[in-house]
T-cell receptor, first 110, second 115 residues
Framework: DAKTTQPPSMDCAEGRAANLPCNHS???????VYWYRQIHSQGPQYIIH???NNETNEMASLIITEDRKSSTLILPHATLRDTAVYYC???????????FGAGTRLTVKP | NAGVMQNPRHLVRRRGQEARLRCSPM?????VYWYRQLPEEGLKFMVY????????ESGMPKERFSAEFPKEGPSILRIQQVVRGDSAAYFC?????????????FGPGTRLTVT
């Protein structure tokens, strides 16, 4: 699986959009981009995934560049409860495991 | 529909004892994954099991660690002769089928402390 690179930490003001970047320059054509988050040592929670098109759900939006070498997770209106470690993962559809990196620790401040 | 359940949530063992961690997947899920998270680190894949079979154990330490998922009952991660370095949070996840996209659901984890 391709390796991902994320900034170790970010801050965001409550109510503003949080934009979390992820680099995956060695991604291959059959690998998807997933985002999970982990709130204060709880089990990871799925957020969103995509292959090459931008995706949106009730939690977030995922913007994938045309060359697929990077992506951005957008939380449109961050709340204090969005404070968590956010993991960007790339893997093939039928791969068994999630390769979690160090992630980005997002702190939403009032 | 109950989520993935893990017990115990906290487990304290002395060096040399055995630790047994249990994971009950979501109803209808026959695939279980175990991950370990050391303090201040990301999750690391350990093993993937389907009912009665180990499919991928490439992340399991070669000694002292074993996992099973019997036909009946929860999946068990067993650590023999625990050492301080085994202190970590152990998470299991389940899915209804192999691989898939967003279909790994995680449990709350078991925090193992070895004294």
């Amino acid at each position: 699986d391709a390796k991902t690179t994320q900034p170790p930490s970010m801050d965001c003001a409550e109510g503003r959009a949080a934009n979390l970047p992820c680099n995956h320059s060695t991604i291959s054509g059959n690998e998807y981009v997933y985002w999970y988050r982990q709130i204060h040592s709880q089990g990871p929670q799925y957020i969103i995934h995509g292959l090459k098109n931008n995706e949106t759900n009730e939690m977030a939006s995922l913007i994938i560049t045309e060359d697929r070498k990077s992506s951005t997770l957008i939380l449109p209106h961050a709340t204090l409860r969005d404070t968590a470690v956010y993991y960007c993962i790339v893997r093939e559809y039928n791969n068994n495991d999630m390769r979690f990196g160090a992630g980005t620790r997002l702190t939403v401040k009032p | 529909n109950a989520g993935v359940m893990q017990n115990p949530r906290h487990l304290v063992r002395r060096r040399g004892q055995e630790a047994r961690l249990r994971c009950s997947p979501m109803k209808g899920h026959s695939h279980v994954y175990w991950y370990r998270q050391l303090p201040e680190e990301g999750l690391k894949f350990m093993v993937y099991l389907q009912k009665e079979n180990i499919i991928d154990e490439s992340g399991m330490p070669k000694e002292r660690f074993s996992a099973e998922f019997p036909k009946e009952g929860p999946s068990i991660l067993r650590i023999q002769q625990v050492v301080r370095g085994d202190s970590a949070a152990y998470f299991c996840a389940s899915s209804p089928k192999r691989g898939g996209l967003n279909e790994q659901y995680f449990g709350p984890g078991t925090r193992l402390t070895v004294t």
